[in-house]
């Protein structure tokens, strides 16, 4: 009998190896108050984790041991195991709807867009967030993004067509000036700021130093959220009115591509071979798009999913530009 | 699978209401748009199921017989404007900066609204659950607002709008004056700050309760029996409320899906069989009038002017 014994210690030994390597996909479902962990090997949900009431945003802490979401309506953040998307802690945070780390990993930072605030807190391990600024914004503080040396954080204003920069340093804002039509993404690129406008058809480059809008790039109806490739040589928008993609030369913001995607494309992650994971914001699914081929299927999630996050991502910072 | 009513919701969504919204320059509210698709698509179910329930049971067994029910279409209007959402969607877009100013101020003082789970951790995880305590806290909640509106005489000049109705059928919960459902709304948006949010994710238990107090309303001799009949709101016990003797302060009843709180306080009445309804202090136009008469004639009665309320006795 004592191989049976050896049997059972060595499956105890293995399980939670083989667990730790398993690729999740986490999608927050925002009107369904749960997260579909996703199996990322067979594009199966294999379980929801209940949440409070609404998540909506998720990302990884700089050290990559835990992912933190917010629960806007719940008023907390959750802080995740990246490995199996279980809840480990929660913190009390009031409206996070948007959060993100500074590229050198010091601060993160948290729109509050129910309650016109932006929120600037220092993170450690041990004691989670620690608020450092309040910053008072105008209508529906959205989405964020950094400077490459983490001076700035430079937030849309999604009810008031602006877009703010604020010193992470001090708190203080340093513009806040007119974008265009309900800004929403935004993202850092080669010294501009890129702004995807979900009223008009494209997105704003604009100068970081005084937030004047320098050119528009048309990309689609709705454009809503901008993210580089995993090479960093291009740059997808989501565009939800067109219901498309758009694939943008890095270097000469040119349109390369569209593909259609139904169903409110919303944020992406990329799968380790090179898919384009979708969450599809009103037609309650995650869409797995070929970039090559232009074909893809798609999986049932929650009632409007929103965030997404892939654990094979976890070693790479998600803020830094490739 | 996907909830049919959560498919119809997303459609209405992306092929409807957000080209709309992109082409009004109102793409602010996309979010907002899809919550209130949501809750469009649940409350025309609502509509329908209620329709396909109630009219059978009115019609097998009706409490009064009227010759001409024009006065119904009024309640019927009422019943639309509210289940599909059009009067919640306009206080909430109307309210939105106030609101997000308000939260912003508690944030800023340190509050932050807790939710029933803080209190009680054993529910993290146990959303059902979750929602059935928030139900059972909110209609204790609503018994206390239904009946200080009884007592107070402004208020009850107001709400005895929704009380007028001589030929009440189910289509009768909705009709209520604008700054009576105006009051309700910040009532429960006052409780949220205190118990925060119940789960939304159960559109259909919202349905089932608003079925409930559909029913509660119905032109039917339907009773539910000494032992559900104390558990949940009958036509039976709902209709001695709305009794032509029980208008004002001097009602009954006042609990809409448990009938617990009226047993607990003193205010229940079972014994009271099926009564015309009706409230004789008002105005005529409160009950036969037409909806901009309804709402013009307790706005009358609030300042004061035409037949004044019988609340506080």
Same mark, same amino acid.
């Given at each position: 009998?004592?191989?049976?014994?050896?049997?059972?210690?060595?499956?105890?030994?293995?399980?939670?190896?083989?667990?730790?390597?398993?690729?999740?996909?986490?999608?927050?479902?925002?009107?369904?108050?749960?997260?579909?962990?996703?199996?990322?090997?067979?594009?199966?949900?294999?379980?929801?984790?209940?949440?409070?009431?609404?998540?909506?945003?998720?990302?990884?802490?700089?050290?990559?041991?835990?992912?933190?979401?917010?629960?806007?309506?719940?008023?907390?953040?959750?802080?995740?195991?990246?490995?199996?998307?279980?809840?480990?802690?929660?913190? !009390?945070?009031?409206?996070?709807?948007? &959060?993100? /780390? @500074? +590229? =050198? %990993? $010091?601060?993160?930072? *948290? #729109?509050?867009?129910?309650?016109?605030?932006?929120?600037?807190?220092?993170?450690?391990?041990?004691?989670?967030?620690?608020?450092?600024?309040?910053?008072?914004?105008?209508?529906?503080?959205?989405?964020?993004?950094?400077?490459?040396?983490?001076?700035?954080?430079?937030?849309?204003?999604?009810?008031?067509?602006?877009?703010?920069?604020?010193?992470?340093?001090?708190?203080?804002?340093?513009?806040?000036?007119?974008?265009?039509?309900?800004?929403?993404?935004?993202?850092?690129?080669?010294?501009?700021?890129?702004?995807?406008?979900?009223?008009?058809?494209?997105?704003?480059?604009?100068?970081?130093?005084?937030?004047?809008?320098?050119?528009?790039?048309? !990309?689609?109806?709705?454009?809503?959220? &901008?993210? /580089? @490739? +995993? =090479? %960093? $040589?291009?740059?997808? *928008? #989501?565009?939800?009115?067109?219901?498309?993609?758009?694939?943008?030369?890095?270097?000469?913001?040119?349109?390369?591509?569209?593909?259609?995607?139904?169903?409110?494309?919303?944020?992406?992650?990329?799968?380790?071979?090179?898919?384009?994971?979708?969450?599809?914001?009103?037609?309650?699914?995650?869409?797995?798009?070929?970039?090559?081929?232009?074909?893809?299927?798609?999986?049932?999630?929650?009632?409007?999913?929103?965030?997404?996050?892939?654990?094979?991502?976890?070693?790479?910072?998600?803020?830094?530009?490739? | 699978?996907?909830?049919?009513?959560?498919?119809?919701?997303?459609?209405?969504?992306?092929?409807?209401?957000?080209?709309?919204?992109?082409?009004?320059?109102?793409?602010?509210?996309?979010?907002?748009?899809?919550?209130?698709?949501?809750?469009?698509?649940?409350?025309?179910?609502?509509?329908?199921?209620?329709?396909?329930?109630?009219?059978?049971?009115?019609?097998?067994?009706?409490?009064?017989?009227?010759?001409?029910?024009?006065?119904?279409?009024?309640?019927?209007?009422?019943?639309?404007?509210?289940?599909?959402?059009?009067?919640?969607?306009?206080?909430?877009?109307?309210?939105?900066?106030?609101?997000?100013?308000?939260?912003?101020?508690?944030?800023?003082?340190?509050?932050?609204?807790?939710?029933?789970?803080?209190?009680?951790?054993?529910?993290?995880?146990?959303?059902?659950?979750?929602?059935?305590?928030?139900?059972?806290?909110?209609?204790?909640?609503?018994?206390?607002?239904?009946?200080?509106?009884?007592?107070?005489?402004?208020?009850?000049?107001?709400?005895?709008?929704?009380?007028?109705?001589?030929?009440?059928?189910?289509?009768?919960?909705?009709?209520?004056?604008?700054?009576?459902?105006?009051?309700?709304?910040?009532?429960?948006?006052?409780?949220?700050?205190?118990?925060?949010?119940?789960?939304?994710?159960?559109?259909?238990?919202?349905?089932?309760?608003?079925?409930?107090?559909?029913?509660?309303?119905?032109?039917?001799?339907?009773?539910?029996?000494?032992?559900?009949?104390?558990?949940?709101?009958?036509?039976?016990?709902?209709?001695?409320?709305?009794?032509?003797?029980?208008?004002?302060?001097?009602?009954?009843?006042?609990?809409?899906?448990?009938?617990?709180?009226?047993?607990?306080?003193?205010?229940?009445?079972?014994?009271?069989?099926?009564?015309?309804?009706?409230?004789?202090?008002?105005?005529?136009?409160?009950?036969?009038?037409?909806?901009?008469?309804?709402?013009?004639?307790?706005?009358?009665?609030?300042?004061?002017?035409?037949?004044?309320?019988?609340?506080?006795?």
């Amino acid at each position: 009998m004592r191989w049976v014994w050896r049997g059972l210690l060595g499956v105890a030994i293995l399980l939670p190896a083989a667990a730790l390597a398993r690729p999740l996909a986490f999608v927050l479902n925002s009107d369904d108050a749960s997260i579909s962990i996703i199996d990322m090997a067979t594009r199966r949900e294999i379980r929801r984790e209940p949440v409070l009431r609404q998540p909506h945003h998720i990302t990884l802490s700089p050290d990559g041991k835990l992912v933190l979401a917010g629960d806007t309506v719940g008023n907390q953040i959750l802080y995740l195991d990246p490995e199996t998307g279980r809840i480990l802690r929660r913190q !009390t945070i009031s409206d996070p709807y948007q &959060l993100m /780390f @500074s +590229p =050198d %990993g $010091r601060v993160l930072t *948290v #729109t509050g867009l129910a309650r016109n605030q932006v929120d600037i807190y220092a993170f450690t391990d041990a004691t989670g967030l620690t608020l450092l600024h309040r910053v008072p914004a105008r209508s529906m503080p959205s989405h964020i993004a950094y400077a490459p040396d983490s001076s700035v954080v430079y937030v849309s204003l999604q009810g008031s067509n602006r877009l703010m920069a604020i010193s992470v340093r001090s708190g203080a804002v340093l513009w806040d000036v007119p974008v265009g039509e309900t800004p929403a993404g935004v993202l850092w690129d080669h010294d501009h700021v890129l702004v995807g406008l979900m009223g008009e058809d494209g997105i704003a480059v604009v100068d970081p130093t005084d937030g004047h809008v320098l050119r528009m790039v048309r !990309t689609g109806r709705g454009a809503h959220n &901008l993210f /580089f @490739s +995993p =090479d %960093g $040589r291009l740059i997808y *928008v #989501t565009n939800r009115v067109a219901g498309t993609i758009t694939v943008l030369d890095r270097a000469s913001l040119t349109v390369l591509r569209d593909y259609r995607v139904p169903g409110g494309p919303d944020d992406i992650e990329f799968a380790p071979d090179g898919t384009l994971w979708v969450t599809q914001r009103f037609d309650h699914g995650v869409l797995f798009l070929d970039p090559r081929t232009g074909t893809y299927s798609r999986i049932n999630v929650g009632r409007s999913p929103h965030g997404i996050f892939l654990n094979t991502d976890r070693h790479t910072h998600r803020t830094e530009e490739p | 699978m996907i909830d049919p009513f959560d498919s119809i919701a997303g459609y209405v969504q992306l092929h409807v209401l957000v080209p709309l919204l992109w082409h009004l320059d109102l793409m602010r509210w996309e979010d907002l748009a899809y919550g209130w698709a949501l809750f469009a698509v649940y409350g025309a179910a609502q509509v329908a199921l209620m329709f396909a329930l109630c009219v059978p049971l009115e019609r097998l067994f009706p409490v009064e017989r009227w010759p001409d029910q024009r006065v119904v279409l009024t309640d019927i209007f009422y019943t639309v404007v509210q289940r599909v959402g059009v009067l919640p969607l306009v206080t909430f877009v109307g309210f939105y900066e106030v609101q997000a100013r308000l939260n912003g101020f508690l944030t800023d003082h340190g509050y932050v609204p807790p939710t029933l789970e803080r209190f009680l951790p054993f529910l993290m995880g146990w959303p059902v659950a979750t929602f059935l305590l928030y139900a059972i806290i909110l209609d204790f909640a609503d018994y206390w607002r239904h009946r200080i509106s009884h007592r107070i005489g402004w208020w009850w000049a107001l709400h005895s709008l929704h009380h007028a109705q001589r030929q009440m059928t189910f289509w009768s919960d909705d009709r209520n004056h604008v700054l009576d459902d105006l009051i309700g709304a910040l009532w429960f948006g006052a409780i949220a700050l205190l118990i925060g949010v119940s789960p939304m994710q159960f559109p259909l238990l919202v349905l089932f309760l608003r079925l409930l107090e559909s029913l509660s309303h119905a032109n039917a001799r339907i009773d539910f029996g000494p032992v559900l009949g104390r558990v949940l709101v009958s036509p039976r016990f709902h209709r001695a409320h709305h009794g032509v003797g029980a208008y004002g302060a001097r009602s009954c009843n006042f609990g809409a899906v448990f009938p617990w709180w009226d047993m607990l306080f003193g205010t229940a009445d079972f014994s009271r069989d099926y009564v015309p309804t009706g409230d004789p202090s008002g105005d005529e136009a409160l009950a036969s009038g037409s909806y901009l008469a309804q709402q013009m004639a307790g706005l009358r009665r609030l300042l004061g002017r035409g037949k004044q309320p019988a609340a506080v006795q």
